[in-house]
Structures are given as structure tokens and as C-alpha cells.
């Protein structure tokens, strides 16, 4: 290595010299850079489902408390967000991901400081639109990096610190996003999210100075021609193991998108929860998603049976949301949902360990922008249909059954990869 903090680019199975683990231990300002990306842009995804009960913002939308249009607006961001992380992803193995990243973020600012200063209900779904092509890509560039700087058995431990900015994200951005609500009404939310945009690129920028990108279309040394990878691409596109993991992660994160979109509404509207009060309680769900992503990791890389942590993951998220369905007790219900989202968070590092169980090396980018990007184009229908059932049966439950369903299913994908991987 040229530099002795260079960030390493080793295969997926690499077994870890002296030297490299010292350069490893080195090189873990990258998965925390990632994470100060990942937490911005989850403050920018699921602040607006705060909102959703305000009837300021929903004054200023001229659409009331509308659950589908609501959900719309989540589910419009959602399925630009699963286009662009399949179209764009693979420019993570062409160009450099530090530069990527920078543009992305300076126009998630941008963007947000336009919604808070939106003025109609039109405007701010093409926002929300032009927000999730901004982020599409975000995801499969951080899988890519990571598996490029470390060895299989430390994937899913770097893996999980820039996961962490999901349940961060959400415990820290909605009760912040009620606070400012509260305080200062609902453009200041926005404003917020945009004026943080600019310490955390720095932040990031910061922590990923010492990768170093070589574009692998000009590699020749280390990357295959462009026929091996046309190759490679059909190797992945016919591979069951890929299509089964890209099916249990379009339930995977129906069950988040469709927490993240309504869990403040069913708090507020479902249970009488005042707001005050919903911010504290809305944050403990994924306080417990946070603990099962750290307990989940740890248990991934120790036991590597990464296909049967993800099975048994959401099937308990889903008994999670049953017990909630059925407890009438505020008290029980905030038990039961913090249960159900640790479940949850116990998969979330494997489910990236499994993709790169499950996937060759050499089209990582690919590989994680289809899987990205087909979960999220996929599960962008939860809020809206959810929205649908709450309306058709004026029960905010309906949703959360929708969600136990999905789950169950999503499950039974994994079970002939339970062996395997």
C-alpha cells in the first residue's frame, strides 16, 4: 500500500494479514462516515411523516387528513428513491463514491429548503420525488465502499455502524422534527433538516479521505474486461440465492416503511396519545431497533448463518406487531412495538452479509442497487396502501395487520437459503 492509511480493496472471503488488520482498525472512520450520511438522510425521509397529523401542514398542503394523499407522499418518494438505486447505483463501481456522495447530499439540502418553503400539496410531492432520486443511490454506494475496505468477517460489524443511522435517524427525527413542529411550525422542520446538511458533508468528507477509488472500467490489473463483466452481471441476474434475498428484503423494509409512516399517526390518532407526549414514545421503538442492529451484528459475523438471523428476525417482528394489535394498555402497546422493532433491527446488518454471501464481489454495486432499489420501488406501495385500508375501514389497525401479513410471507422466502447461506 502507498499510503499506510489508504482504505484496503480486498475480496470478499480475505483472510486478514498483521498489516491489514492494522490497516482495517484504521479505516473505520469510513463506516461512521457513511453513518453521518445515512442518519441525514433518514431525518430527511421520515420527518415529513411527523407531519402528517398537523393540521397546519395539512392546511398549507389544502388536503386535510387525507391518509391517502398522506401516504403518497411517502410512497412517491419511495418508489423514485427504488428507481434511481437501480439505475444509478452502478455508477458506484465507475466513478468515485466520495464525489457521488458529496453532489447527493449538497442537493438533499437544497431540497429540503425548498419543501419548507412549499405552498401546495403538488409541489411538495415533486420534492419528495426529486428527494428520493437525490438519495436513491446512497445505499448500494455505502455496501459497496465497505465491502471493498473489509474482510467477510468484519462485513456485517462495519456493516451495522452505518445501518445505525436508520434507527438514529428515526428516533432522533421524529421527536425533533414534533419538538420544532411544536415550537416553531412545520416549514422549520424543513429549514432544520437543510441547515444540517452542510457540518454533516463535512463530517463525511472528513471520513472518507482516505479512500481510494480506481474506476474499474480502467483497472486492468485488477478488474475484469468489460465481456467478464457483462458475465458476471448474468451470472448475478440468474442466481436464485439473489432473487430470494431481494424478495425477504421487499418485505424487510415494508415493515420499516410502513412503521416509519404511520407510527406517529397510530400513536396520536390510534391510541390518543397527545403530542407532546409522542415524540418521548415514538423514539423508543427504535431506540430497541438500534439495540437488535448492534446485538444482531455481533451475533452475525460470530455464528454466519446470516439466511436463518434474517428469517427469524421478521417473523418476530411480526409477533411484535400482533401483541400490539391485541394490547389495549398504553404501556403494553409501546412493550410490544418496542419488541417487535428489535426483532426488526436483529436482521438488519445480516441482511447486507447475506447479499454478500449471496453475490460475487466484482458486481457489488450492482448487486446492491437492484436489491436496494427493488425493496424500496416495492415496499414504496406500504404507506399508500395502508392509507387505503385505513380509509376504507377507519381503523388505523387495518395497517399494521397489512404489515404482519407481508412479514409472514416475506419470511417463507428464505427458507430454502437457511442451510445454504
Not at 381 to 399: C, E, K, R, T
Request: aromatic share 12%; with cysteine.
Amino acid at each position: 500500500m502507498s499510503e499506510p492509511n489508504a482504505a484496503l480493496t480486498l475480496p470478499a472471503n480475505a483472510a486478514i494479514s498483521p498489516e491489514q488488520s492494522q490497516a482495517v482498525t484504521l479505516n473505520w472512520s469510513i463506516p461512521l462516515a457513511l453513518f453521518a450520511c445515512v442518519l441525514l438522510a433518514f431525518f430527511d425521509k421520515v420527518s415529513i411523516a411527523a407531519l402528517f397529523p398537523d393540521p397546519g401542514f395539512q392546511q398549507a398542503m389544502g388536503i386535510g387528513f387525507d391518509p391517502v394523499a398522506l401516504g403518497l407522499l411517502m410512497t412517491a418518494f419511495l418508489l423514485s428513491y427504488g428507481a434511481s438505486s437501480i439505475l444509478l447505483s452502478a455508477c458506484g463501481d465507475l466513478f468515485s463514491p466520495t464525489r457521488i456522495l458529496s453532489c447527493m447530499m449538497l442537493s438533499w439540502g437544497g431540497l429540503m429548503l425548498l419543501m419548507g418553503l412549499s405552498n401546495s400539496y403538488r409541489s411538495m410531492l415533486l420534492l419528495r420525488i426529486l428527494l428520493g432520486i437525490a438519495e436513491g443511490p446512497l445505499f448500494a454506494l455505502a455496501y459497496s465502499i465497505v465491502r471493498r475496505s473489509f474482510p467477510l468477517q468484519l462485513q456485517a460489524r462495519a456493516t451495522v455502524l452505518w445501518l445505525l443511522g436508520t434507527p438514529i435517524g428515526a428516533a432522533i427525527g421524529i421527536p425533533l422534527t414534533l419538538f420544532m413542529l411544536h415550537q416553531f411550525g412545520w416549514r422549520s422542520t424543513f429549514f432544520l433538516m437543510a441547515g444540517l446538511t452542510v457540518p454533516v458533508l463535512l463530517l463525511a468528507l472528513y471520513g472518507l479521505r482516505h479512500v481510494r477509488f480506481i474506476p474499474q472500467h480502467t483497472d486492468k490489473r485488477s478488474a475484469p474486461a468489460w465481456a467478464e463483466r457483462k458475465q458476471a452481471w448474468g451470472q448475478l441476474f440468474r442466481s436464485p440465492a439473489f432473487w430470494l434475498t431481494c424478495t425477504f428484503n421487499i418485505a424487510f423494509l415494508t415493515y420499516l416503511w410502513g412503521l416509519n409512516s404511520w407510527l406517529p399517526s397510530y400513536l396520536i390518532k390510534g391510541k390518543g396519545i397527545d403530542l407532546n407526549h409522542a415524540g418521548y414514545l415514538s423514539s423508543l421503538p427504535f431506540i430497541a431497533m438500534l439495540i437488535g442492529e448492534v446485538l444482531g451484528a455481533w451475533l452475525s459475523d460470530r455464528f454466519d448463518r446470516r439466511a436463518l438471523a434474517c428469517l427469524i428476525s421478521l417473523l418476530g417482528a411480526s409477533g411484535g406487531l400482533v401483541l400490539v394489535l391485541l394490547a389495549h394498555d398504553v404501556t403494553l402497546v409501546m412493550g410490544a412495538m418496542i419488541i417487535s422493532t428489535f426483532m426488526w433491527g436483529l436482521g438488519a446488518a445480516n441482511i447486507f452479509a447475506l447479499l454478500a454471501k449471496a453475490t460475487a464481489s466484482g458486481v457489488s454495486a450492482m448487486a446492491g442497487g437492484i436489491f436496494n432499489g427493488l425493496g424500496n420501488f416495492a415496499s414504496a406501495f406500504s404507506p399508500m396502501l395502508m392509507g387505503l385500508l385505513i380509509a376504507f375501514s377507519q381503523h388505523l389497525d387495518s395497517g399494521l395487520w397489512f404489515l404482519v401479513v407481508v412479514a409472514v410471507l416475506g419470511s417463507l422466502a428464505l427458507l430454502p437459503l437457511v442451510r445454504r447461506l
